[in-house]
């Protein structure tokens, strides 16, 4: 079993920025792909950014040159930079670990609001 938790959310203005964190634990075997999802009220659970298994990186055109996404595979965490926030951006947002031959894992989210 694995567990994460997101943390980092929270009420930033437009045009702000916020890192968002995803701190794993249990058996966290490697090779493993990570990844950033969101969901808005009334929306479906959207990618926003993912890691894979083999460090290729893949971004929602939405968030293309605004958010960055990155991993630090010695403290299992996963990272997501955002900056330029807008107020479409507000959704909960979601960690998620693939462990290849493995399981699939979510985190429980963390709000973010982009409002003035």
């Known amino acids: 079993q694995v567990q994460l938790v997101e943390s980092g959310g929270g009420l930033v203005q437009p045009g702000g920025s916020l890192r968002l964190s995803c701190a794993a634990s249990?058996?966290?075997?490697?090779?493993?792909?990570v990844g950033w999802y969101r969901q808005a009220p009334g929306n479906q659970r959207e990618q926003v950014a993912v890691i894979g298994s083999a460090g290729t990186i893949r971004y929602a055109d939405s968030v293309k040159g605004r958010f960055t996404i990155s991993r630090d595979n010695a403290k299992n965490m996963v990272y997501l930079q955002m900056n330029s926030l807008t107020p479409e951006d507000t959704a909960v947002y979601y960690c998620?670990?693939?462990?290849?031959?493995?399981?699939?894992?979510w985190g429980q989210g963390t709000q973010v609001t982009v409002s003035s």
């Open positions: 249990g058996s966290v075997f490697s090779p493993n792909a």
């Open positions: 998620r670990r693939t462990i290849v031959g493995g399981g699939d894992y």
